[in-house]
């Protein structure tokens, strides 16, 4: 089993995979949770009640006039609502309903899907919408949107994100730490090695490494100001980042130095992945998935099967990898992606990166502060 960047792990590693649902903001309070996760065999009769309105979602109730508390609102940076506690109650009747909505998705100003618990009822809206299957819902103590994970070693990971937020944990994410990073930028990828040397890129071609855990990030020049998507070690010293414009860089020198390689393209990369200094992968803007066997001095095109931007790509080994994207789009390959599959999420909201510890457990992170679970 590997981390993200291929440091060895034990058989008991707690295996802890986030999602999280919008951009938010870094001082934000922490979520009201589900009381229990959604019972996905058959619709709850207050589900029902569940619907939209301009300024967000809402109860039809039946008494009209009702009266509607809100209460621990919380929005993202665009202003956007994306969690709240309520109480609705109808006058001269018992009808009182009490829960909170969280996960709100939004697009162009619309609703179009959130999670509900109504006195007790856990719900997904819009009606229809397919549940999680086989992940868990966790909290990452945090609104700003993270960005990547890293698993280095048993229970301890970094999560990077908006903000330059790095956040650490070593009790499998109950409770996380943040680190200085020494930067605003947004920070779009995460990858240890060992339990100390780490390396983190972001926008304005960001680079930052680390030999002590994080205790400390030193910059590193890029030699580009564009926007640096992902990067992969296999080693302390050999790694690729990939990022705007087809953008790949190698360095063999712990980035010391780092080099251009030709990629064939000038779309966005958004996520690389190797699983030996030779093998790796690439996915990235409409559906993109590049592939090289020779430590990228030549990168093939694969099919998806998607026009989705791919945001985050992780390989098992030579064989069986996964991807990540928009919309809550997941792809598994068993053949080195010869072909790829696609998985149902349960959510629609953008997927940012993905990590296996095992052929079929991992983490994988999006926008928002959710975080999904898959053991099997």
């Known amino acids: 089993m590997k981390n993200k960047c291929i440091s060895k792990l034990g058989s008991n590693v707690l295996l802890t995979v986030m999602l999280i649902e919008a951009i938010l903001n870094a001082g934000c309070e922490k979520s009201t949770e589900p009381q229990k996760p959604p019972d996905t065999t058959k619709p709850a009769a207050l589900c029902t009640l569940l619907s939209v309105e301009q300024n967000g979602p809402t ?53 179009i899907a959130f999670d509900a618990m109504i006195n007790g009822e856990s719900c997904l809206y819009p009606p229809g919408r397919l549940p999680a299957v086989g992940w868990v819902r966790q909290s990452a103590g945090t609104y700003n949107c993270l960005r990547a994970v890293s698993l280095v070693g048993a229970n301890v990971e970094i ?25 605003t930028s947004i920070l779009e990828e995460v990858c240890f090695t060992d339990a100390n040397t780490g390396v983190v890129v972001g926008w304005g071609g960001t680079i930052l490494r680390t030999t002590v855990g994080g205790t400390t990030w030193l910059g590193q020049s890029s030699g580009t100001t564009n926007i640096l998507y992902s990067v992969f070690f296999t080693d302390a010293n050999t790694g ?8 790949i860089l190698r360095t063999t020198n712990g980035g010391a130095t780092w080099t251009n390689q030709s990629s064939g393209t000038t779309i966005w990369l958004g996520a690389v992945c190797f699983t030996d200094a030779n093998t790796g992968t690439v996915v990235g803007e409409n559906g993109t998935i590049l592939r090289t066997t020779n430590g990228g001095a030549a990168w093939a095109n694969q099919s998806s099967g998607t026009p989705l931007f791919l945001n985050g790509v992780f390989f098992v080994n030579a064989s069986t990898g996964a991807v990540v994207g928009t919309d809550g789009t997941i792809l598994r390959t068993t053949d080195g992606g010869t072909t790829w599959t696609s998985q149902s999420s349960g959510i629609w909201e ?3 990166d993905v990590w296996f510890s095992g052929i079929n457990a991992g983490t994988a992170v999006g926008s928002g502060g959710i975080i999904l679970h898959k053991t099997q």
């Open 59 to 111: 109860l039809n109730l039946s008494c009209g006039n009702y009266t509607l508390k809100r209460t621990n609102i919380k929005y993202d940076e665009y202003n956007e609502m994306k969690a709240f506690d309520f109480i609705y109650t109808c006058p001269g009747s018992s009808e009182t309903y009490s829960g909170n909505i969280y996960g709100i998705t939004w697009s162009w100003m619309m609703v």
């Open 159 to 183: 999560v990077v994100g908006t903000q330059g937020i790095i956040r650490r944990t070593t009790d499998g994410g109950e409770t996380w730490t943040s680190q200085l990073s020494g930067t």
């Open 350 to 352: 953008p997927l940012s």
């Open 240 to 247: 690729t980042a990939v990022g705007q414009g087809g953008k």
